[in-house]
């Protein structure tokens, strides 16, 4: 699956907050996804950013007088509502905000906002005093219904000195959200746990031991399970990567910290998927103090540690289970003596050591080998579409 901003028509609402000009950026973002987009302004917006600056980056007219513009159309606000795949309004003000909640249509984006059928993504944005006013939380409270999501704005240092809630989410968080309003709701319901990133195995305070998982594909896959509808718990290892939106994330260092947070949150899962490489060795004896070089054995003692997927696999019932297998060679062989030995559904293989497969990388070429014996060799491919693509197998043996 592309990303699901390809090929979509998104009209973005922009108000009159000193927000505004993060708007170009998020419409930026649009564009490069591939999206169609088309901008309405309110007066108030045109006195922070030019109506120039959204119609170089669309390459589409603005819309700001009702009545005018090149698509000065008497219905055009039936005809934009009726092609959005997606509205966005941010920043939204509090008088923007008011007047949905009210039903009052007296300028474009109002009155386009009355015809649309298509989800819409309101992002606040204002002052704390403002945001917080009783008033302005029963408008966002009435416009929480289906059809429109609010997307709460983050706490931080505003533009007019204060500190707290008012500030425009990042413009990736807003982008995320939208997509989660356009992918099918497929998984709704699924409890979906997912691990990823490496673990570190502390030989003092100052080494461990680990491996170079970046932590992406099991992100990603926790960010997609979340689109597609599913409540998220992501166990990672050290990664330098965010918690995705909307993702119940716990954070573990070590092997056996990753083993009781999984057998922790496994019981509630439908679906888990140990995407994690989790070190199979640890130190025998960690050290409470960074010991010198010149005294260290030339032997580390190392000791197994527990087996995560096959203590899960043991303990399956009607859970589906998924594991990753990263081989150098003999893929087939080694990933289905693994599905096999841990009692796996299904394992998603791939060969290491390429630049645009494995770890670290955005893209990743893998196989797919199921309980019942099939194997499907997939091409080269981004690893959220990857991610997809392991949901849509997910579901087709759920079906089955």
């Given at each position: 699956?592309s ?6 028509s998104?009209v973005l609402?922009v108000?009159g907050?000193?927000?505004a000009?993060?708007a170009?950026?998020?419409?930026r973002v649009?564009?490069?996804?591939g999206a169609?987009?088309r901008?309405?302004?309110?007066e108030?917006?045109q006195a922070?950013?030019?109506v120039a600056?959204f ?5 589409e007219?603005v ?5 005018g513009g090149?698509d000065?159309?008497?219905?055009r606000?039936i005809?934009w509502?009726e092609e ?5 309004i941010?920043p939204?003000?509090?008088?923007t905000i ?27 944005s204002?002052?704390t ?5 009783p008033?302005?939380q029963?408008?966002?409270?009435r416009?929480e219904?289906?059809?429109i999501t609010?997307?709460r704005p983050?706490a931080?240092s505003?533009?007019c000195g204060?500190e ?11 982008a995320e959200?939208v997509r989660?309003l ?6 709704a ?5 997912v691990?990823?990133?490496?673990t570190?195995?502390p030989?003092?305070p100052a080494?461990f031991?680990s491996?170079?998982?970046s ?6 896959i926790?960010r997609?399970?979340?689109?597609r509808?599913?409540?998220?718990v992501?166990?990672t ?5 965010p918690?995705?939106?909307g ?6 260092k070590?092997a056996?910290?990753?083993?009781d947070?999984?057998i ?5 899962a439908?679906i888990t998927?140990?995407?994690?490489a989790?070190?199979d060795w640890?130190?025998?004896?960690p050290?409470e103090?960074k010991i ?7 032997c580390l003692?190392?000791?197994?540690t527990?087996?995560?997927l096959?203590?899960l696999?043991?303990n399956?019932?009607s859970?589906?289970?998924?594991g990753?297998a990263a081989?150098?060679r003999d893929l087939?062989q080694?990933?289905?003596a693994?599905l ?5 559904d299904l394992?998603?293989?791939n060969?290491?050591?390429q630049a645009?497969?494995?770890f670290g ?6 196989s797919?080998f199921?309980?019942d014996?099939?194997?499907e060799?997939?091409?080269?491919m981004e690893?959220?579409?990857?991610a ?9 043996m759920?079906?089955k």
């Amino acid at each position: 699956m592309s990303d699901p901003l390809k090929d979509k028509s998104i009209v973005l609402g922009v108000c009159g907050g000193i927000a505004a000009y993060k708007a170009a950026d998020f419409l930026r973002v649009l564009v490069k996804a591939g999206a169609r987009t088309r901008v309405i302004m309110t007066e108030a917006a045109q006195a922070f950013v030019g109506v120039a600056t959204f119609e170089a980056l669309s390459g589409e007219s603005v819309w700001t007088d009702m009545f005018g513009g090149q698509d000065g159309a008497p219905f055009r606000h039936i005809a934009w509502a009726e092609e959005a795949d997606a509205v966005v309004i941010a920043p939204a003000t509090a008088n923007t905000i008011g007047k949905m909640a009210h039903g009052i249509a007296d300028d474009p984006l109002t009155t386009f906002i009355l015809a649309v059928r298509a989800p819409i993504l309101v992002c606040p944005s204002m002052n704390t005093n403002m945001y917080e006013n009783p008033i302005v939380q029963e408008n966002i409270t009435r416009l929480e219904r289906p059809g429109i999501t609010v997307l709460r704005p983050e706490a931080g240092s505003l533009a007019c000195g204060r500190e707290g809630p008012g500030r425009l989410p990042d413009v990736g968080t807003i982008a995320e959200e939208v997509r989660s309003l356009l992918c099918p709701n497929d998984l709704a319901g699924e409890q979906i746990l997912v691990t990823a990133g490496p673990t570190h195995e502390p030989v003092d305070p100052a080494r461990f031991i680990s491996n170079p998982s970046s932590g992406k594909m099991g992100h990603l896959i926790a960010r997609v399970a979340r689109r597609r509808g599913a409540e998220v718990v992501l166990i990672t290892g050290p990664t330098a990567l965010p918690d995705p939106l909307g993702v119940r994330g716990i954070r573990v260092k070590t092997a056996q910290e990753m083993f009781d947070a999984v057998i922790g949150a496994a019981e509630k899962a439908t679906i888990t998927i140990m995407a994690a490489a989790v070190a199979d060795w640890r130190p025998a004896n960690p050290l409470e103090h960074k010991i010198k070089k010149e005294e260290m054995a030339e032997c580390l003692p190392l000791e197994r540690t527990a087996d995560i997927l096959k203590t899960l696999g043991e303990n399956k019932k009607s859970q589906i289970l998924v594991g990753f297998a990263a081989e150098t060679r003999d893929l087939q062989q080694n990933a289905s003596a693994k599905l096999n030995a841990k009692n796996l559904d299904l394992i998603v293989g791939n060969l290491i050591g390429q630049a645009d497969s494995g770890f670290g990388s955005d893209t990743n070429q893998v196989s797919l080998f199921y309980r019942d014996g099939r194997n499907e060799a997939l091409p080269l491919m981004e690893k959220s579409a990857l991610a997809d693509v392991l949901f849509d197998r997910i579901l087709e043996m759920k079906q089955k």
